[in-house]
């Protein structure tokens, strides 16, 4: 009804402004009555639809007036979670159970791909601004899945029991941002306590760290100068110049010592 009586009204005045142009000196009256009544319509429109604008009607001033986005819409889909304070309760709770069971979350994966040859690295990340992309990787499909080092079930997900080394994502799955914050938070723990680290395993020789080896034995002194003889057997027979002598003396006599 309104689009309706505002296409009346446009037609009106296009009625009306054609209409003065040619007979605006004989037909006075008729015109007035013309605008007078386009200007009642108008008014009806603004009083039953105040939000309606001449937007509404003209495709070019509707991208100049569109309203601001809200705070909700520009809120990415990474903080939609009422986990994101305490994320390692999501995996208790019964959503959880319901959803994945006693299976890790990148069980059930598995990435569409063109041909019958799979990437040999997953994507870069799933979610680009307010933007997610088709077929997201285990994290980023669920957004109360959030990596933390203190989320330690979910962190035991993504290593190996046998070997306690963290899976490749080109098996779970996992986009590349998320695989590092999975490193991350993963030596974090680690560091923290909160996961178990294998050591590895070091053969301890008593000889390695003991002080009767000879490398690490006392030098013994040379036989030279056990009998009183020089290191050098030419160093005894070298006598400085006299002349070179007393010029290095008379330079340097400010610095020599008394008995010199």
């Given at each position: 009804m309104l689009f309706y009586t505002g296409c009346r009204l446009l037609f009106v005045v296009a009625i009306g402004q054609s209409f003065a142009c040619k007979h605006l000196n004989q037909h006075e009256g008729l015109f007035t009555r013309f605008v007078l009544q386009g200007i009642r319509d108008w008014k009806l429109i603004s009083s039953a639809a105040p939000g309606l604008k001449f937007r509404a009607?003209?495709?070019?001033?509707?991208?100049s007036s569109s309203s601001p986005p809200s705070a909700e819409n520009t809120e990415s889909p990474e903080t939609l979670s009422r986990?994101?304070?305490?994320?390692?309760?999501?995996?208790?709770?019964?959503?959880?159970?319901?959803?994945?069971?006693?299976?890790?979350?990148?069980?059930?994966?598995?990435?569409?791909?063109?041909?019958g040859v799979p990437p040999q690295q997953t994507r870069k990340t799933c979610i680009r601004g307010d933007k997610i992309c088709g077929n997201p990787c285990p994290i980023c499909r669920d957004p109360n899945i959030i990596v933390h080092y203190k989320n330690v079930n979910?962190?035991?997900?993504?290593?190996?029991?046998?070997?306690?080394?963290?899976?490749?994502?080109?098996?779970?799955?996992?986009?590349?941002?998320q695989q590092k914050l999975l490193n991350k938070a993963i030596e974090?723990?680690?560091?923290?306590?909160?996961l178990a680290v294998q050591l590895p395993h070091v053969d301890?020789?008593?000889?390695?760290?003991?002080?009767?080896h000879g490398a690490v034995a006392p030098t013994?002194?040379?036989?030279?100068?056990?009998?009183?003889?020089?290191?050098?057997?030419w160093y005894g027979s070298i006598k400085p110049d006299e002349r070179e002598l007393a010029r290095v003396k008379r330079i340097y006599k400010d610095y020599l010592k008394p008995d010199v």
């Open positions: 009607l003209s495709s070019s001033s509707s991208s986990y994101a304070d305490r994320p390692w309760e999501y995996l208790e709770s019964e959503e959880y159970i319901e959803r994945y069971g006693s299976k890790p979350v990148w069980a059930n994966y598995r990435r569409n791909h063109k041909g979910l962190l035991q997900q993504f290593i190996s029991p046998q070997t306690g080394i963290v899976h490749d994502p080109t098996r779970t799955g996992v986009c590349m941002k974090t723990a680690r560091d923290c306590g909160l301890y020789s008593k000889e390695d760290y003991s002080n009767t013994p002194a040379p036989v030279s100068l056990r009998s009183g003889e020089l290191w050098y057997s």
